[in-house]
């Protein structure tokens, strides 16, 4: 249990680390969604730990995040939280039941569509009291906007975590040989 949460606590750190200094728009005409692979390292910590570790780490980077940059308040902080939360809950859930390649392919799939589908109807209660505009003017941009976002991020996010799951996984199981150069005492 306690290396449960030193290894979740350390991936929310460099999950914090990547959203804080990495990020770009994804999408040139909504400039203002920025792109940050911060789920990445959750998303490890929920297919090698499970979803009660995936959802630790993502409550930790969420408050830490709005703590640290003043970004979304509380708002930022819940939308963060339901965003990442639902995409490595599902995806550590469902790979917890199947551990092999396939299990952890459709466990990110199902958390990509699931996460999509939870912050499209978020987006329409949250974003009218966040910013202070008609729902309408959020429903107009659910499917030409937050929807081809949300897939782009979690497809972006589940891509580099099924290449170097596997790895690191390894690497926290204590199984990838370390390599020490050896020199000759003279």
Same mark, same amino acid.
């Given at each position: 249990?306690?290396?449960?949460?030193?290894?979740?606590?350390?991936?929310?750190a460099?999950?914090?680390?990547l959203?804080l200094?990495?990020?770009?728009?994804?999408?040139?005409s909504?400039?203002?969604?920025?792109?940050?692979?911060?789920?990445?390292?959750?998303?490890?910590?929920?297919?090698? &730990?499970g979803?009660g @570790? !995936? $959802? +630790?780490?993502?409550?930790? *980077?969420?408050v830490?995040?709005? #703590?640290?940059?003043?970004?979304?308040?509380?708002?930022?902080?819940?939308?963060?939280?339901?965003?990442?939360g639902?995409?490595?809950?599902?995806?550590?859930?469902?790979?917890?039941?199947?551990?092999?390649?396939?299990?952890?392919? &459709?466990?990110?799939? @199902? !958390? $990509? +569509?699931?996460?999509?589908? *939870?912050?499209?109807?978020?987006n #329409?209660?949250?974003?009218?009291?966040?910013?202070?505009?008609?729902?309408?003017?959020?429903?107009?941009?659910?499917?030409?906007?937050?929807?081809?976002?949300?897939?782009?991020?979690?497809?972006?996010?589940?891509t580099?975590?099924l290449?170097?799951?596997k790895?690191?996984?390894?690497?926290?199981?204590?199984?990838?040989?370390?390599?020490v150069?050896?020199?000759?005492?003279?």
């Amino acid at each position: 249990m306690k290396k449960y949460f030193i290894y979740a606590g350390a991936f929310a750190a460099l999950s914090l680390v990547l959203d804080l200094f990495v990020h770009f728009p994804l999408i040139p005409s909504a400039s203002f969604l920025l792109y940050r692979p911060g789920d990445i390292p959750i998303l490890m910590v929920s297919l090698k &730990f499970g979803p009660g @570790a !995936g $959802l +630790f780490a993502a409550a930790i *980077v969420a408050v830490l995040f709005a #703590l640290l940059t003043g970004q979304g308040g509380p708002w930022g902080m819940l939308m963060y939280f339901l965003a990442c939360g639902t995409f490595v809950g599902v995806a550590g859930l469902l790979y917890r039941r199947h551990r092999t390649l396939r299990g952890a392919f &459709f466990g990110l799939l @199902a !958390g $990509l +569509f699931i996460m999509t589908g *939870v912050m499209a109807f978020a987006n #329409l209660i949250v974003t009218p009291i966040y910013l202070g505009v008609p729902r309408s003017t959020v429903l107009g941009m659910i499917l030409p906007v937050v929807v081809p976002f949300n897939l782009l991020k979690g497809a972006l996010n589940a891509t580099v975590t099924l290449l170097l799951y596997k790895k690191v996984s390894a690497f926290l199981e204590g199984t990838v040989p370390v390599r020490v150069a050896s020199q000759k005492l003279q």
